[in-house]
Antibody, heavy 121, light 107 residues
Framework: QITLKESGPTLVKPTQTLTLTCTFS??????????VGWIRQPPGKALEWLAL???????RYSPSLKSRLTITKDTSKNQVVLTMTNMDPVDTATYYC?????????????WGQGTLVTVSS | SYVLTQPPSVSVAPGQTARITCGGN??????VHWYQQKPGQAPVLVVY???DRPSGIPERFSGSNSGNTATLTISRVEAGDEADYYC??????????FGGGTKLTVL
């Protein structure tokens, strides 16, 4: 059974760096074809993809946020970490991590429950 | 950047068929995935690779993709299908892209 859970601060101040951890079970991020991604959703708004890391350590970022994001993995701990610099109130959102599988393209087939991050002074 | 366009809302009576579209330039050449999100919950994958269903998803959910439009079809709509629905693709310039979402209302 695949499960994922996000953890990190619920409140950050503007200009600070956000660090979120996704802890997962039921799969290994060293298995070919596997990836873990981050997606966020501002209150009342649509989903926005942020970053993705693959089993071979290939890393992909949203073009619009690339300069602010870093994604890393710790295979031994079954964790993926996302950092986002220079946080702003518009970054207030629920942040999800999700497992990806590949068919004709990568899709997010298992999601964490999400963690709400509020950016405010 | 690649853009996916969804209607903001779709309404349908119980027992009828709901069709939710996702428009994109030559989207028929891409694999389209669909997610259902109920209030306060994480998204759930309901269709992947245009028309495949994950285990546990009812056969009432189906998908198609051709030309510039992909469609999620929900047959025999139930009250429990009321949710937001998002399409998603991979694009070489934008990587992963989500549509703006469609709110399905069951009348």
């Amino acid at each position: 059974q695949i499960t994922l859970k996000e953890s990190g601060p619920t409140l950050v101040k503007p200009t600070q760096t956000l660090t979120l951890t996704c802890t997962f079970s039921g799969f290994s991020l060293s298995t070919s074809g596997v990836g873990v991604g981050w997606i966020r959703q501002p209150p009342g708004k649509a989903l926005e993809w942020l970053a993705l890391i693959y089993w071979d350590d290939d890393k992909r970022y949203s073009p619009s946020l690339k300069s602010r994001l870093t994604i890393t993995k710790d295979t031994s701990k079954n964790q993926v970490v996302l950092t986002m610099t220079n946080m702003d109130p518009v970054d207030t959102a629920t942040y999800y991590c999700a497992h990806t599988s590949y068919g004709g393209g990568y899709y997010f087939d298992y999601w964490g429950q999400g963690t709400l991050v509020t950016v405010s002074s | 950047s690649y853009v996916l366009t969804q209607p903001p809302s779709v309404s349908v009576a119980p027992g009828q068929t709901a069709r939710i579209t996702c428009g994109g330039n030559n989207i028929g050449s891409k694999s389209v995935h669909w997610y259902q999100q109920k209030p306060g919950q994480a998204p759930v994958l309901v269709v992947y690779d245009d028309s495949d269903r994950p285990s546990g998803i009812p056969e009432r959910f189906s998908g198609s993709n051709s030309g510039n439009t992909a469609t999620l079809t929900i047959s025999r709509v139930e009250a429990g299908d009321e949710a937001d629905y998002y399409c998603q693709v991979w694009d070489s310039s934008s990587d992963q892209v989500f549509g703006g979402g469609t709110k399905l209302t069951v009348l």
